[in-house]
């Protein structure tokens, strides 16, 4: 018969956190977020620092170039999905590594010869009102002109109306010339009272749009995370079977880390892939590995070479691994174990391994549970996928506004080479669902009010960073009963009317 671990398989709405002792130091604004993100020696420091320990998905429903710059733009790192073609995904890692601040590429286009109708769908699926007019409908097409929420009305106007009868031409609108820097773009904004000011090159090609609200939004943007060239940090997702073409891509693209994309890392495929990329390419090209759930896992990932270790199996709220193959562990339990194995290691070898936890996320105070638990930084898909930034359409079910999430072992996604056993290419069953998430708004405003929490929570533990969390804090487990009691119990709850 198989080998038991008699050890109960736990997940982390099973822990609480303990409160310490609260000092006059243990505030928000003195708490720090920064984990390191690819492994170091003893006495070094890390290549890459995240500044909050947040990561988003390898998915297509989560991580395109707009969501790595909204996330960088936090201090947190995207890792663009790679379930697409080379071109593709080292576009868009030149998209993040090209960003200008300030300067946003029109994610809205349409031609002139388009329809009201086509811009009423466009903007039901981008959300943007803001709409780029050029000759081939592309985003550095040439500029002819815009369309706004003021240039028409969609419940009287005709919908067969052509976008030329009503759009705002070229020639009645001011325009800035590539290579303006973002003080004389808004100093053009400021002096002409304008909302939005197009970038257009010598040629006429629209490069970018600058907007008024992106004036002091900017201000605000004091933990981004920024290469030695203050480029926004970026990392891209690859598989175990054609990085041999991908991986050179990525690094001509500027890529700054890469992860194997498995949902079952303790392969051989992944030892292998590790080995020929340093081979080739390095040390400096930094490599991530997973999804592992032991000791065992962890520690042959790292003897590869790993940069980094992932963590979970079946915990993701779209897969369906365990329930299809039994295959997994309670993501608490699997991040406890690995963590003591990368600690192990790090005291034998002196190599510290950064580990993620990847899945089992439903509360936010799961997340400081997690890091509390030794991981160094989450990945996360569902918390990212409810937001504008991620590349899904925005719909109304039920009366209420969703955006479409889906996993990568979905027949949607069909990446196959996530769930790749060496065999023949292609998807013989589903390991993830197609589904949809609650539509929640920008980013950014989500994003303070969890790190609210997580450092909340951290001044109520009594520690300031994520090591002395690590070190100092204290986790208990709770019963079934102590679950019910820790939430509204014996009272009516008013609804949100206040009746």
Request: proline share 2%; glycine share 10%.
């Amino acid at each position: 018969m198989a080998n038991i671990i008699n050890e109960v398989s736990r997940t982390f709405n099973e822990y609480l956190i303990i409160p310490g002792l609260t000092t006059k130091q243990h505030t928000p604004d003195n708490v720090s977020l920064q984990t390191p993100l690819v492994k170091f020696k003893r006495g070094e420091k890390s290549k890459i620092t995240l500044n909050v320990p947040f990561v988003s998905s390898i998915m297509q429903s989560v991580s395109d170039s707009g969501m790595a710059i909204a996330l960088a733009k936090q201090g947190g790192l995207s890792f663009i999905f790679g379930s697409q073609s080379v071109e593709d995904q080292a576009r868009m890692v030149r998209e993040v590594k090209n960003y200008k601040a300030g300067f946003v590429e029109s994610r809205a286009n349409i031609t002139p010869d388009s329809t009201l109708g086509d811009i009423v769908a466009l903007k039901q699926k981008t959300g943007f009102s803001n709409i780029g007019v050029t000759s081939d409908g592309t985003a550095n097409g040439k500029f002819l002109g815009v369309v706004t929420g003021r240039d028409y009305r969609p419940t009287k106007d005709s919908h067969d109306k052509k976008v030329s009868e009503f759009m705002t031409p070229v020639e009645k609108i001011i325009t800035g010339k590539d290579g303006i820097s973002l003080s004389e773009a808004n100093d053009i904004i400021w002096d002409h009272k304008l909302n939005t000011l197009p970038i257009v090159d010598d040629e006429g090609n629209l490069k970018y749009f600058v907007f008024r609200k992106d004036y002091d939004n900017h201000k605000q943007y004091s933990n981004e995370l920024l290469d030695e060239n203050k480029r926004l940090v970026v990392g891209a997702g690859i598989n175990s079977r054609d990085h041999e073409e991908r991986v050179p891509a990525l690094v001509e693209a500027g890529v700054d880390v890469l992860c194997i994309d498995s949902s079952d890392g303790f392969s051989e495929w992944q030892k292998v892939t590790i080995e020929q990329i340093k081979t080739k390419h390095g040390e400096d090209v930094l490599v991530g590995a997973g999804n592992v759930v032991d000791r065992e896992g962890f520690l042959y990932l790292a003897e590869a070479g790993a940069d980094f270790v992932k963590v979970g199996v079946g915990g993701g709220s779209i897969c369906i691994t365990r329930e299809t193959k039994g295959i997994g562990r309670g993501q608490a339990t699997a991040l406890i174990e690995v963590a003591n194995a990368r600690d192990d290691y790090y005291a034998r070898t002196g190599i510290y391994i950064p580990i993620c936890s990847d899945g089992g996320i439903v509360q936010d105070y799961h997340m400081t549970l997690a890091l509390a638990m030794g991981a160094d930084f989450l990945m996360m898909g569902r918390y990212f996928a409810r937001f504008d930034e991620s590349p899904t359409r925005k719909l109304v079910v039920g009366g209420s506004y969703v955006k479409e999430y889906w996993g990568e072992g979905s027949n949607r996604a069909r990446n196959w080479q996530r769930y790749d056993m060496g065999g023949s290419s292609n998807l013989k069953f589903e390991e993830g669902v197609d589904s949809y998430v609650p539509y929640a708004g920008k980013l950014k405003d989500n994003l303070e009010i969890t790190l609210g929490k997580v450092k909340s929570t951290m001044c109520s533990a009594g520690v300031i960073n994520l090591q002395e969390l690590q070190t100092n804090g204290k986790l208990t487990m709770v019963s079934s009963t102590s679950i019910i009691e820790g939430g509204a119990h014996d009272v009516i709850v008013k609804d949100s009317n206040g009746n």
